[in-house]
């Protein structure tokens, strides 16, 4: 003889509490998932400015102990041909690097450009792709490169994405 007050299933109370607890799981990833993508860029971003500061460093045991001048498209060409990448190249009028493998671009792709900056000016901003360097500069461990460096010195700032900065030098 069956009982038939005894039948097999899920409550309705039972399958909204495992649905519940599968969305929080999907809402948690889906918040944290940009983030983590966020940071593995900028972690990249990072990599990139500590192998131009090196470049920047190459560049002056090389040439005396000087910087390329930001306002002579040759030597920036120059720098960013044999120090940075041999594909890159810079257009006469334009601190661009154009042309750079993939392995030396910003990781949403745009190609990096080089400005010369402003000593005690504030790096601020949005993601412009734009490596800013001082010379007679160190970082000073907020958002911009202090003077009094020395002769041989040389810091670099970009803007990072969600507006953080980098900042390195070579003291």
Known sequence: MTNKNNKKGFTIIEVVLVLAIAGLIFLMVFIALPALQRSQRNTRRRQDMARILSAFNDYQANNNGNFPDATKPAEMNKFAKKYVDPSCTLSENDTKLDGCADQFVDPDGTQYSFAAGTTGA??????????????????????????????????????????????????
């Not at 003077?147 to 900065?165: D, P, Q």
Request: proline share 0%.
């Open 122 to 171: 504030d790096v601020s901003g949005d993601l412009d792709h734009i490596i800013t360097f001082y010379t007679n500069a160190k970082c000073n461990g907020e958002k911009t490169a202090a003077a009094n460096g020395g002769n041989r010195s040389i810091a670099i700032t970009y803007i990072l994405e969600g507006g953080a900065v980098y900042c390195g030098d070579n003291q």
